[in-house]
């Protein structure tokens, strides 16, 4: 299944200031012999990964990783979308949460995407708190990366938590990759997630790149 979202004139931005935009080139019903269009939008648009460039200006970019980077086989799923409005996300939400210490990726269902298509989204997003980079490095010595269902780590309600979420995260010599604007909706805790394959879009020295991902699940 898909864990993106497709990109179009739906797609949210943060600060709700920005779209989706697609240009006509060619077109059949035009006369032309083919349709081709132009895209325009930013880096961070949909379901993107952040890079440690984002925040660091000697930070990995993408050409940095290699392929096999992007193929998750030990996967856990911590569905939070019970606890309705989620407002802060930090290292009490695993508390009680027992995951193998040997996680590559943490999915993380606050429920805010059933949200999307609404100002909300954008606009009140929950908070990651900053230590929980440092929280998930010690329990999860193998994690790479984090997606969630908000726009951003960084919530437009407290853009400087915002900042220093990205930076403990992305910062540092074992960096937790971002993968922000994630579709959970299809996931529950009742399916085993056997493998999931990320894979941004190509371009060379960027902080961030859009990213289709795909899982395989089993069960309900």
């Known amino acids: 299944m898909y864990l993106s979202h497709f990109l179009g004139d739906d797609t949210p931005f943060?600060?709700?200031?920005?779209t989706f935009q697609v240009e006509s080139v060619r077109s059949i019903a035009a006369g032309d012999v083919c349709n081709t269009s132009r895209w325009s939008f930013l880096n961070h648009a949909g379901t993107h990964v952040d890079l440690p460039l984002h925040f660091f200006s000697e930070g990995k970019s993408l050409q940095e990783y290699p392929p096999d980077y992007w193929i998750f086989s030990k996967i856990a799923l911590l569905d939070?979308?019970?606890?309705l409005p989620v407002r802060v996300v930090g290292p009490e939400v695993l508390e009680q949460v027992q995951f193998p210490s040997d996680i590559e990726l943490l999915l993380i269902k606050t429920g805010t995407g059933e949200l999307r298509g609404t100002p909300t989204y954008w606009q009140a997003g929950p908070v990651f708190r900053p230590e929980m980079a440092d929280y998930l490095r010690t329990r999860f010595c193998s994690l790479r990366a984090i997606g969630f269902d908000a726009i951003s780590v960084s919530s437009w309600t407290d853009r400087v938590t915002g900042r220093s979420a990205h930076r403990a995260f992305?910062?540092?010599?074992?960096p937790i990759l971002l993968i922000e604007d994630v579709n959970l909706t299809p996931l529950n805790v009742s399916q085993r997630i056997l493998k999931v394959t990320v894979a941004p879009l190509l371009v060379r020295e960027t902080d961030a790149a859009p990213c289709t991902i795909i899982a395989e699940v089993t069960g309900l």
């Open 14 to 18: 943060y600060g709700g200031d920005e």
């Open 80 to 83: 939070l979308s019970d606890r």
């Open 170 to 174: 992305l910062g540092g010599p074992a």
